[in-house]
């Protein structure tokens, strides 16, 4: 499995931005779906974006459209997640996650993802 690291998070105002990192190591990156998901305390764990492993195919959830843009440097073996316009409610951590290019997947399940990132806290302040 590919093992994940991510960082970037922090404590921003309300409509700020920031942007958060994910470098893989241990397998083929470009081998991978990634996805990003984040979890706020007493929720659960939620989808945010997605990427196919060539970069064809973004998906987002809806409520981070138009404001969050995923990205990967499969030369880099690292993934990204631009955020602007952040508001209290997206305070929460953060996670990126891998899913094997084989077969189907459902890139906004989480159960489709096998390796993840231990998280980075996202703190939106009002």
């Known amino acids: 499995?590919?093992?994940?690291?991510?960082?970037?998070?922090?404590?921003v105002q309300t409509g700020g931005s920031l942007r958060l990192s994910c470098a893989a190591s241990g397998r083929a990156f470009s081998d991978y779906h990634m996805g990003w998901f984040r979890q706020a305390p007493g929720k659960e764990r939620e989808f945010v974006a997605a990427?196919?492993?060539?970069?064809?195919?973004?998906?987002?959830?809806?409520?981070?459209?138009?404001?969050?843009?995923?990205?990967?440097?499969?030369?880099m073996n690292t993934l990204y997640l631009q955020m602007n316009s952040l508001n209290p409610e997206e305070t929460a951590v953060y996670y990126c996650a891998a899913a094997h290019k084989s077969g189907a997947v459902a890139l906004a399940e989480s159960r489709s993802y096998a390796s993840w990132g231990q998280g980075t806290q996202v703190t939106v302040s009002s």
């Open 51 to 75: 990427v196919t492993y060539s970069s064809s195919k973004t998906t987002y959830a809806d409520s981070v459209k138009g404001r969050f843009t995923i990205s990967r440097d499969n030369a």
């Open 1 to 11: 499995q590919v093992q994940l690291v991510e960082s970037g998070g922090g404590l």
